[in-house]
């Protein structure tokens, strides 16, 4: 019924930027939080930034001021402007979104697939 579908990842240098799209399609009435999570290879998904409905932001710690999160209300997509990129923030990005699908009377948490962002030179 609902879909996350995340864009944007791929290979970057040190010092470098990419930007984050994740799209939210299906029966959707509403959507609360949306989030960006990551998991890096041995470690627990982690996360680094979400925005609620009303566009207040949270960020990890590791990410505030090289990270920015924002969200376009009307296409269902949020998105990670991600600058100043370290070794460190290598890791499978993962979209997720607290929304509630038409026709449902409670809130649902979907996951997108990830996609991979690798900071290397």
């Known amino acids: 019924q609902v879909q996350l579908v995340e864009s944007g990842g791929g290979l970057v240098q040190p010092g470098g930027s990419l930007r984050l799209s994740c799209a939210a399609s299906g029966k959707i009435f509403s959507i609360n939080t949306m989030a960006w999570y990551r998991q890096a290879p041995g470690k627990q998904r982690e996360l680094v930034a979400d925005i609620r409905s009303s566009g207040s932001t949270n960020y990890a710690d590791s990410v505030k001021g090289r990270f920015t999160i924002s969200r376009d209300n009307a296409k269902n997509t949020v998105y990670l402007q991600m600058n100043s990129l370290k070794p460190d923030d290598t890791a499978v990005y993962y979209c997720?979104?607290?929304?509630?699908?038409?026709?449902?009377?409670?809130?649902?948490?979907?996951w997108g697939q990830g996609t991979q962002v690798t900071v290397s030179s």
């Open positions: 997720n979104a607290d929304l509630l699908v038409s026709g449902t009377f409670f809130a649902s948490n979907y």
